[in-house]
Nanobody, 124 residues
């Protein structure tokens, strides 16, 4: 069992930055591929980024590539999402998720555990 708690969301102007954190409970954090997803009102949950167990591999949605950076600190049981050059279309609830798979997967149903989400609002 893994419990995930996101933090770091908020209101920011277009062009600004935010850093999301996701703290995981338990001693097996390094056994999970970690992902970030987001869901805007009226839309389906979509993949944002994911990072392998060791942090050596990452994957990004096309819409955020070059602006967002995912990282993890296995000693702190935490995964981060640095978001730069934010756009109004980035507005959503952001969720972190844990997947037991060794490979990075980009679809929500692959992930076993989810956080409660943190709201990110980007004003124009």
């Amino acid at each position: 069992q893994v419990q995930l708690v996101e933090s770091g969301g908020g209101l920011v102007q277009a062009g600004g930055s935010l850093r999301l954190s996701c703290a995981a409970s338990g001693r097996t954090f390094s056994s999970y591929t970690m992902g970030w997803f987001r869901q805007a009102p009226g839309k389906e949950r979509e993949f944002v980024s994911a990072i392998s167990r060791s942090g050596g591999s990452t994957n990004y949605a096309h819409s955020v590539k070059g602006r967002f950076t995912i990282s993890r600190d296995n000693a702190k049981n935490t995964v981060y999402l640095q978001m730069n050059s934010l756009k109004p279309e980035d507005t959503a609830v952001y969720y972190c998720a844990a997947d037991r798979s060794v490979v990075i997967r980009t679809y929500p149903t692959a992930y076993d555990y989810w956080g409660q989400g943190t709201q990110v609002t980007v004003s124009s």
